[in-house]
């Protein structure tokens, strides 16, 4: 993610009195929120506006925690915004003093010889990521809550934990306030359209006009988006479940690691007990396409219930094998489910940053961060032509290697 010289403007117009302010950010959810901390620090001209309020619980926040996970298979791309957002998440902690990221550390788990992990170990290859190989007797000793298939290793990510969603998006408004953004709460944009003069932002009958604006709502965005953008977008509805364990204190974060295990006919994630009593265990990969992100079906259908049932009834012997807890939430996913992170027009007044697809928390602070830079005009970042949404205008599909939770 290398930083080249500012970018060239088209419009060598200063932010002038007319505007009523640099930069609009609409939607302030897991992306918006941080593209405006991140923008508060650059300019004290920029204004969030969220539908809503800031993390509330029917956005992808909602769920209470996100994984973050050094240790990847796919795109090594990924991996210098991975780094950055693992720096920014520990600098928003310090300037909010918040607990953001539980460090726990985690564990992907598959077939020694199967294509989960070798998949995770050529791409590890290739970013270099500090990791470490436990064969299956250290798997077994070091987390006997696993109960492993014959052939199971695992690849430990010491870097890997738990994001607190709802902690951190609250906290990252906050320090926007703090730097003198403006917050714009319950206040649905209906549409963003460019002028020779700046973008004018339109809410019911008010209306705002900006230097440039970053469209970053989530599973709502293509209804700003152009139509070309439409077409390779879907908004998908993606469900959680919580388990109760037989014994909490050996699914507590210092003793139970996030994790991810893929074989070729179960598949599942989740994370430890961070509220002391719940554990996250979910399906992996069961994003379903939803018609509209306010109504996002929240109950569990019978065959997703006895999927999950018989997959933690096999994966975790200490789990009590009844669903306690469901929910689901939008995101928007792209044809090859890498973002749309950048201009979305010549003039350079749009810029979007969504199309997360399932993937895009872990990396919010980053992708916050390129999103305020580039939208500025203070930084382009180079190497990131898989996100930039050119990718799409005539609709070919680049890459399908999915996103890793
Ligand atoms: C269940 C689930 C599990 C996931 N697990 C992981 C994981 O473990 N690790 C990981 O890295 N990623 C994970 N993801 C993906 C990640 O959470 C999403 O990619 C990311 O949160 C999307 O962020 P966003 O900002 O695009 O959308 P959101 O966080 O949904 O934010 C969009 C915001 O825009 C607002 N908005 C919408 N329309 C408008 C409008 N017209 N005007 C103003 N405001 C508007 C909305 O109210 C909302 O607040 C998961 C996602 C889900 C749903």
Redesign the pocket.
């Known amino acids: 993610m290398a930083a080249q010289s500012p970018v060239p403007r088209l419009s060598s117009r200063k932010c002038s009195e007319m505007t009523d302010g640099k930069l609009a950010v ?7 929120s941080m593209a405006l901390w991140q923008a508060s620090r650059l300019s004290d001209s920029v204004v969030g ?4 309020t ?1 993390a ?1 619980g029917r ?3 909602g ?1 209470d925690t ?3 996970r050094m240790i990847y298979r796919g795109n090594p791309g990924y991996y210098p915004i991975l780094e950055r957002s693992r720096s920014l998440w520990a600098e928003l902690e310090a300037e909010t003093g918040q607990n953001i990221l539980t460090r726990c550390g985690g564990l992907s788990i598959g077939t020694a010889d199967g294509p989960y992990i070798r998949s995770i170990l050529e791409t590890t290859r290739l970013t270099g990521a500090e990791h470490q190989i436990l064969n299956h007797e250290e798997l077994a000793a070091r987390y006997p809550q696993h109960n492993l298939r014959p052939h199971d290793i695992a690849i430990y990510d010491p870097n890997a934990g738990a994001l607190r969603t709802d902690r951190a998006v609250t906290a990252a408004i906050a320090a926007a306030e703090a730097n003198g953004a403006t917050v714009r709460r319950n ?4 549409s963003v359209r460019e002028t020779n003069d700046g973008v004018i932002v339109t809410s019911g009958d008010k209306s705002w006009t900006f230097d440039n604006a970053i469209i ?5 965005s293509n ?2 988006m152009p139509d070309h953008l439409k077409a390779a977008t879907e908004t998908k509805r ?3 479940t919580w388990f109760v364990a037989k014994d909490a204190s050996e699914f507590s974060p210092e003793k139970f690691p996030v994790f991810s295990r893929i074989y070729d006919d179960r598949s599942m ?1 989740g994370a430890p007990a961070v509220d002391g009593v719940t554990v996250k265990a979910t399906l992996d990969g069961r994003g379903r396409p939803t018609p509209n992100p306010d109504t996002v079906p929240r109950d569990l259908t019978p065959a997703e219930i006895n999927e999950t049932t018989e997959t933690v009834t096999e994966f975790f012997p200490g789990l009590i094998p009844n669903i306690v807890r469901t929910d ?5 996913f792209t044809k090859d489910t890498n973002p749309l992170l950048g201009w979305l027009s010549e003039s350079r007044r749009v810029y979007c940053a ?1 199309g ?9 602070t980053g992708y916050g961060e390129i999103a305020a830079q580039e939208a500025l005009g203070r930084r382009a970042f180079e190497g990131l032509n898989f996100v930039r949404p050119q990718r799409f205008t005539s609709l070919v599909t680049i890459d399908s290697t999915r996103q890793e ?1």
């Not at 997360?356 to 919010?364: I, P, Q, T």
């Open positions: 609409i939607g302030l959810g897991s992306i918006g506006f969220e539908a809503a800031p509330h956005s992808a926040v769920g996100r994984l973050f206040t649905r944009v209906d970053a709502s989530g599973g709502w209804r700003l993606i469900f959680l994630y689901a939430f939008p995101d928007l969504t997360f697809s399932g993937g895009g928390f872990k990396n919010a939770k």
